[in-house]
């Protein structure tokens, strides 16, 4: 692995202590990142706690052909994105740079298919405000999380995949040697983002079948 | 870890050049990712802020002199308290001693040459910049006057002033924060040089270790909880709109659910600071190093469950307001160990009356007070005839100025000839600390007693019977803002005309004094090894019976 | 030399056969777990469906989490942290709800 | 204005509250005395130079030190805690008969609505001797009403009600106010609490010019707002009769049940599709903004004095 020396950073002694620290560093921003969530997770079970009848009634508007897509793609992405990952750590470039941007597109078509789900609510004016179509008021209060949890989770996505393109244009274009140090973070983070996802398609999607 | 070798540490014979001399120029500071340097960055930021918070309460101050006011309407007044929550909460206390004196210290004190992601570090810097920027763009575009708690549905609906950019500039410097926090998780686990083990940190790199928990867990509810406000105020989801249904009691849990261990966050890192500042200048092993370390730790986690006593008449349930206030009970027992412990540290030492030490027992004082007017506010009948009153804004002042500020004064006397190889002057930093413990107390102490009486906080205009508590509150921030200047002019003056410091002044034990005054790039020498306990003053279960500093032993070697 | 190139093409490929197939079987059982997820949505339980589905989703996460993030092979510290943003987490519902939960309006 | 407006101990609870604070005083006192004091002696003998004799301190003492003080300290909390909680407990329950004056808050003033159909704004007067039991909601943004003689405070949220209650044991004109920032003239959001002999309230409500109460507020309101076309026992729509429905439990059609309290009967008005009850069809219309808070709270008390009649013919 001498040649994977050139991705070792200031102030680590060696490579393998400086992939730990950043699996370590990642991990912690991500107990982060779960509190962020949590609190949005916890407004929605309180309200609907109170409100059962409303939000069944909302989340049965969702669109759940998009929504089962999407869960598809994702779930397909961490796959690649585990294979990136190990190619990178035993030096299989070719693998690596063909599971990167695997996941890349992936999360890419993610957001198309979003976006597409995004405009047919607009169309059916899904959006709180005094012309949304539906009843009871709590309707609304759904509709609003379903905004907030899916655009930030589309932020969030967006951030993933300009990293994964990133490491990919360093390990394409050999500024980096292809190891795991360097996408270890990467690639904890992508799954997190998964994750989220895997806990907003029951909550928006399946909430309201019948 | 006990067989790594720092490739970065210099050989033995490389010196000279202090981090200072590693590059003159504006760029050189704005892009170096040596921890030293930007400690120095957020050092001038944040008092920066300070002063602009300062004036804005100074202006508060003056305006209540007189009880139907004396040159601002009542919008300009509501603005000027909310600036100055804002800027003094997360632009000051939030970062204070972890950005400055944590990024600069810690690292040297675990024996590493630099925090665990340098460039992150930097980054979290310019957030600071970045959220500062939003906050500076609301105080010129005509200010925010929702307080700095952003009620809802106040601050979603009714407000008419610029709520989502002062959110916005909150949420951003709250990335700050978790950066740091991250930063210094990692590097406590993975940098700590050989023979610094767990319990050999010293109190100060502990108290870093459980505030950046509390940060890295926190502060993103906050940023959510601020998100969702600007949410529903932007684009009119109605996340806490009463009228669909929403609870506007929500907001204020997950609010405080940042906002009290934010208390936390300000008040751990100065335990830290004063734990060291007492060993050293008593000549004294903390007493008791390990309830020390289980109480920072038990603060830091039970910190997260008392959040309700913020909202004991806020419509919360009375069964969630018994609990709220148990749990509040409880953690006031670590820090009740904290402040024997180091009341117990002085016995048998050799104490000296340094500037530094004068500013850590204002400190013990202050926060003696601060925490037992806590009991008061945990004790919910207590608590609904004082919430919202006089009485909770001096509380909360007298743990986070007079005990915060005090302890972030006795670490920047403390550590100033370590940072900047130069000696201020003792004995205005010795006047200025008295004037500074005077002063605090002359400004709260009648808050104290007209917030008993019933004087509510946040009011423009009062009823005259409370006008000479007012008077004397604002005498004493005269008091106080003059004790403030007084640092300012007289470590600037060390900078340029200063007695050069020798390389340990204060014959303190710890690591970071193992090196030169102010310290090379790469922090030491030669590689460090740890091979003591931490304040290894004096043998252990024994004082010297002379008063002989040089017998402090350092706790490394390193030099 | 032709020899040992496909010697380690052999290997390669013998090595990104063992690279896909663990994470392979991870991602079929997610596969699976969320069809068994969105049939039950439309099965007339009642009132348990969003349980059952979120309960789906936590095995989904638990899978994710051990087996792709590979929590199983990772240091006890990491694990510390993991379940340190869970016991977070379940705190602030724990305290929330405990409001919510008994106020009598 | 004089301080004995904020100080006076008004109530028995103000007086319990007084003695919880003097306790905590006198302990908080004692516990600064004891830590400054110790920093002084410790000062005095072991300044730097001193030739005062510095010997051991055995390890194990220093343990038991500390676990003594920690167990000391933990226990004195407790029963601080026990002794607040139990004046909080003995506080909370609200009394079964009490007068009820229902308070509207709003940016920036107070209204008030008596029983008997007396309306003020920024001035409360209340009997002495009697329980007086204040239901709040707001119109707006939070507000607070902080009565200091009687050491009460609460939030008024908008769309809830929130309750405060007290027996006011001393006669006297009090200072009330709001203790929740509530924008501009929060600080002027102000009163008096006029608290009088029950003869004298007696006295002064019947001078009050308003001639009605406020059921029979609510009775005209009823009808003149359409809901006696349904809600009557003879009426060809099917809708619940209202007599007798206050304070009992209601089946919802969602499959839950509710306590038919104030808050549930307003979100009948204004929230009709989550509160139907069970068997009866969704034609209740929404009345948001057709009726504001004061006359939900009148009609809120004529559905009231049904069920008060009802139980009144029951007993005979």
Known sequence: ???????????????????????????????????????????????????????????????????????????????????????????????????LAATAALGAAFLVCK???????????????????????????????????????????????????????????????????????????????????????????????? | MTDVTLPFAPPLDAGGGSYLDEGHTILSWLTTTDHKRIAILYALSITLFFFIGGVAIGLVRLELISPTGL????????????????????????????????????PMMIGAPDVAFPRLNLLSWYLYVGGAAFTVYVLL???VDTGWTFYPPFSSDYSHSNVIAAAAGVFVVGFSSIATGVNFLATIHMLRCPGMTWFRLPLFAWSMYVVSMVMVLATPVLAMSLLLISAERYFGLPIFDPRAGGDPLLFQHLFWFYSHPAVYIMILPAMGVVSEVFACFARRRVFGYGFMVFSLMTIGVVGFMVWGHHMFVAGQS???????????????????????????????????????????????????IGGLTGLFLASVPIDIATTDSYFVVAHFHTIMVGGTVSAFMAGIHYWWPKVTGKLYNEFWAQFAAITMFLGFNVTFLPQFVMGWLGMPRRYHYYPDVFQIWHILSSGGAVILAVAYLMPLVYLTWSLFYGEKS?????????????????????????????????????????????????????????? | MSQNETRGRQRNSAL??????????????????????????YAPLGVGNLEINLFIAAIMIALLVTFLMDLKNARTIVRVVAAAGLFWTILMFALVFNDYLSRTY | MNISQFTTEASDYAVKVDHLFYLESIISGLVVLLVSGLIIVFFALYYRGSSTPRGEVPERKSHEIEIGWTVATLFSFLFLFWWAASDQLTALAPPKQALEIHVVAKQWMWRFQHPSGAREID??????????????????????????????????????????????????????????????????????????????????????????????????????????????????????????VYGHVVHLSDGSTRVADEAYLRDCMLLPDTTRVAGFPPIMPNFTGAVDEGQIFELVAYIKSLSADQDAGAQE
């Open chain 1, 1 to 99: 692995m001498s040649d994977a020396a050139g991705a070792l950073r200031e102030p680590w002694p060696n490579l393998q202590l400086q992939r730990q620290g950043v699996g370590l560093g990642m991990w912690m921003f991500l107990a982060s990142e779960v509190l962020f969530f949590a609190a949005l997770f916890c407004g929605y079970a309180v309200y609907r706690s109170f409100n059962a009848e409303a939000f069944r009634i909302a989340s049965a508007h969702t669109e759940i052909v998009y929504g089962s897509i999407n869960t598809v793609l994702l779930l397909t992405s961490s796959l690649t994105m585990t294979v990136a990952l190990r190619a990178a750590t035993v030096q299989l470039r070719g693998l690596t740079l063909f599971c």
């Open chain 1, 115 to 210: 976006g597409l789900e995004y405009h047919e609510d607009l169309k059916q004016h899904l959006f709180p405000g005094p012309h949304f179509p539906l009843s009871p008021p709590a309707t609304q209060m759904f509709w609003g999380f379903y905004w907030i949890m899916t655009g930030i989770h589309a932020v969030h996505l967006t951030g993933g995949i300009l990293v994964v393109l990133l490491v990919f244009t360093l390990f394409k274009r050999r500024t980096v040697p292809v190891q795991g140090s360097t996408m270890e973070g990467v690639a904890i983070y992508w799954h997190f983002v998964d994750s989220v996802w895997l806990v907003l398609y029951p909550l928006l999607y399946l909430a309201g079948r019948p």
């Open chain 2, 71 to 106: 040159f601002l309407t009542s919008d300009e007044y509501n603005r000027l308290f909310t600036i100055h929550g804002i800027i003094m909460v997360w632009f000051f206390l939030v970062p204070s001693i972890p950005a400055t004196m944590g990024n600069f210290i810690l």
């Open chain 2, 141 to 143: 575009s005509g200010g």
């Open chain 2, 318 to 368: 009375p069964l969630a307001n018994l609990v709220f206030s148990f749990l509040s009970f409880i953690v006031a027992v670590p820090s009740a160990i904290k402040v024997f412990n180091w009341t117990a540290t002085l016995y048998r030492g050799h104490i000296g009356f340094e500037a530094p030490m004068i500013y850590a027992l204002g400190f013990l004082g202050l926060f003696t």
């Open chain 2, 502 to 559: 020798p390389g340990n002044p204060w014959h303190a034990t710890g690591l970071e004094w193992q090196t030169p005054s102010p310290p090379p790039k790469s922090n030491f020498l030669r590689p460090p090894r740890v091979n003591a306990e931490p304040y290894d003053y004096h043998d252990f279960g024994r004082a010297e019976e002379t008063g002989d500093e040089s017998r402090a032993r350092p706790q490394g070697d390193a030099s």
């Open chain 3, 16 to 41: 990104t056969w063992r690279l896909w197939r663990g994470p392979g079987l991870t991602w079929l059982a997610l596969l699976a777990l969320f069809a068994v997820s969105l049939g039950s949505a």
């Open chain 4, 123 to 244: 001035e409360l007067h209340v009997p002495a001797h009697t329980n007086v039991r204040l239901a709040m909601t707001s119109q707006d943004v939070i507000h607070d009403l902080y009565l200091p003689a009687l050491r009460l405070k609460q939030d008024i949220l908008p769309d809830r009600y929130t309750y405060e209650w007290f027996n006011a044991t001393k006669t006297g004109i009090f200072h009330f106010t709001c203790a929740e920032f509530c924008g501009t003239d929060h600080s002027i959001m102000a009163g008096s609490l006029v608290i009088m002999t029950p003869e004298d309230y007696a006295r002064w409500t019947a001078a009050q010019p308003e001639g009605d109460d406020l059921a029979h507020q609510g009775k005209a309101l009823f009808h003149s707002l359409g809901c006696s076309g349904c809600h009557t026992p003879g009426s060809s729509v099917h809708a619940p009769d209202l007599h007798g």
